[in-house]
């Protein structure tokens, strides 16, 4: 289970700032790509359930991951996840042609996919994705994830923090927001919700 405190900002200026206000504390920035695919016959979908493809700085690794059963409340998300690296060339090459990742035999994600989603060889379809650009910060024993996510129908951003204790992470990420004088409002989706909703969040 992947718990995480989502708080989306509500224009470019608030993550700039925000960004500017947190430049001590960055360790690194990450370009990432994310692709999602479901079975033929919408298997993953219907059980609330999708499989991504993450590409990070321009292909150097990429991990493939099984989510499920989102909730968001509050500004906290929970959702089950499962996770492995996969060859990044790959994963780009079943991005083309996405029949290819089902028939992968050594990925325990995908023989979950099969054998607990019943999806079948050659069974899978791709579902497009999105561009994100997500700066990670080291604060206050917390990992901050600033990120910059680029739809094909506009940009939207946030910040994120996953914990073991969510809501004492959301307590001091709002006070910290609220004495910098940056305005915020807890999420309310997935990103990948909002990519098929094909709108930005009002």
Not at 184 to 193: L, P, R, T, V
Request: glycine fraction near 6%.
């Amino acid at each position: 289970m992947e718990v995480e405190v989502k708080l989306r900002l509500p224009d470019s200026a608030s993550h700039q700032r925000l960004s500017n206000i947190l430049s001590p504390f960055h360790i690194k920035t990450h370009l990432q790509e994310n692709v999602f695919f479901d079975g033929i016959n919408s298997e993953l979908s219907s059980n609330l359930a999708v499989l991504r493809l993450r590409f990070y700085d321009l292909d150097t690794h990429c991990i493939v991951s099984l989510k499920a059963k989102p909730i968001i409340t509050d500004g906290i998300s929970r959702i089950e996840e499962d996770e492995e690296p996969i060859d990044a060339a790959i994963a780009r090459a079943c991005v083309a042609e996405p029949w290819q990742l089902s028939s992968i035999n050594l990925s325990r994600i995908l023989k979950r996919v099969r054998e607990e989603f019943g999806v079948i060889e050659n069974g899978l379809v791709c579902l497009g994705g999105f561009r994100n650009v997500r700066a990670v910060y080291d604060w206050n024993g917390l990992k901050l994830e600033l990120d910059e996510t680029h739809y094909e129908f506009g940009t939207s951003y946030e910040i994120e923090c996953e914990s073991s204790e969510p809501d004492r992470a959301k307590k001091l990420i709002e006070e910290f927001l609220k004495d910098n004088g940056i305005g915020y409002s807890y999420s309310e989706s997935s990103k990948f919700a909002v990519f098929r909703a094909g709108k930005l969040p009002q």
